[in-house]
């Protein structure tokens, strides 16, 4: 298991006389060139394959299908394409994530929220302009429809409440090693099988006496996503909260130690935070602690991603407590937000003042005109003086 190197374009290491080998996990480690034949012509013990956030390119071999113990594939993010073998159809048992490549060839079926078992194909083709392809499996995940989605509240992993006068919404899909969950405002994505743990939940939750965000999260192994779906166009204020509700906090025991928890932020695919360590910044664990960016929309999806690159334990105070984990998400706009009419059309507040404005205006002149008419106005009073 070799994950996040910091270093250049390598190509794919000579691995074919390890045919013992039950999990390949090289994860982010800016490998470049086609997924070697060999993995499933020689190395079939595979239960896991982990080639994720490298610069991989060329086809899914065939070769991997006959890898009859393999329970986990993760290429997302990588360059990938050609058509996506049949293998990987609706009645697989494999858990796979071939999200974010760049497939050229429409699969049979365009569902990216396969019930059954647990798999990621979203933005797996770089064109958008194919209609005939659902807005999940395109690239940036654009709007189907017109853009009217001005702000967003989600309470991660938790039901529907309100906090600071804003109703956040519920949270609460069953998520899995490659899932992905949508609905019109907002979607999200996981990726990764717990280390040691793969019967781990993907929510938290903690005892509290007054439910709030912070009594509940989501979180996931190694990559999170969240996405503001059919945003307008422009600048907004992304508050990410989070509270440590996992780890222990109990100081005096030593046998076990302490956990730690560390992951980094990007938005919009840019880092914005390295090594984030909620107990540190919080103050403590159990303890809130908002986070706050001002992030551009230029298109009309917001991606907020969260990613473990190793750091920190993964086995206190159980085996499974690690990874990315937040609370709650709230993004609201930096501009005036327009305001919805009839048949779904957007029109500013001006606009709004003016409709409203307008027939008054034009009354007042009527009403005026009749009597200035019948004397009542200027006219009768000069008659009698």
Aim: proline share 5%; hydrophobic share 35%; with cysteine.
């Amino acid at each position: 298991r070799i994950t996040d190197l910091n270093v250049s374009n390598t190509p794919f290491p000579n691995l074919q006389d390890l045919t013992k080998l039950t999990d390949l996990v090289l994860r982010n480690c800016s490998i470049s060139g086609p997924i070697p034949s060999y993995i499933g012509q020689r190395m079939l013990n595979i239960v896991k394959l982990d080639l994720s956030f490298n610069k991989l390119s060329g086809t899914i071999p065939d070769t991997l299908d006959p890898l009859k113990l393999l329970l986990f594939m993760y290429l997302t993010n990588n360059s990938l394409t050609g058509k996506l073998s049949q293998w990987l159809s609706d009645d697989t048992t494999v858990n796979f994530d071939v999200s974010y490549n760049n497939f050229s060839e429409e699969l049979q079926s365009t569902n990216c929220q396969a019930n059954n078992f647990y798999r990621n194909r979203i933005a797996i083709y770089s064109s958008q302009e194919n209609k005939s392809i659902d807005w999940c499996l395109k690239k940036d995940l654009p709007c189907p429809r017109k853009s009217t989605q001005y702000d967003l509240f989600i309470n991660c992993g938790g039901q529907s409440l309100a906090f600071e006068r804003k109703r956040y919404e519920q949270d609460t899909a069953d998520m899995g090693p490659s899932s992905f969950y949508s609905n019109d405002r907002w979607a999200c994505s996981t990726t990764g099988d717990f280390l040691g743990n793969d019967k781990l939940s993907y929510i938290a939750s903690a005892k509290t006496p007054d439910e709030d965000i912070y009594s509940t999260a989501r979180l996931a192994p190694f990559s999170l996503k969240y996405y503001g779906l059919c945003l307008l166009k422009g600048s907004y204020t992304v508050k990410l909260h989070f509270a440590e509700i996992m780890l222990t906090a109990d100081p005096t025991n030593n046998t076990r130690g302490w956990g730690k928890r560390i992951f980094d932020i990007y938005i919009q695919g840019d880092k914005v935070r390295s090594d984030f360590n909620i107990v540190e910044e919080a103050g403590g664990i159990g303890k809130g602690i908002v986070k706050e960016y001002k992030v551009n929309v230029t298109g009309s999806t917001l991606e907020i991603h969260l990613y473990w690159s190793g750091k920190g334990t993964t086995a206190l105070p159980t085996r499974g407590v690690y990874g990315p984990l937040i609370s709650a998400i709230s993004v609201t706009p930096n501009f005036d937000p327009p305001t919805e009419i009839s048949a779904g059309a957007i029109v500013s507040i001006g606009a709004i003042v003016g409709i409203v404005v307008a027939p008054v205006v034009v009354l007042i002149l009527i009403i005026l005109a009749v009597l200035w008419k019948k004397g009542y106005v200027g006219g009768k009073y000069l008659e009698d003086k």
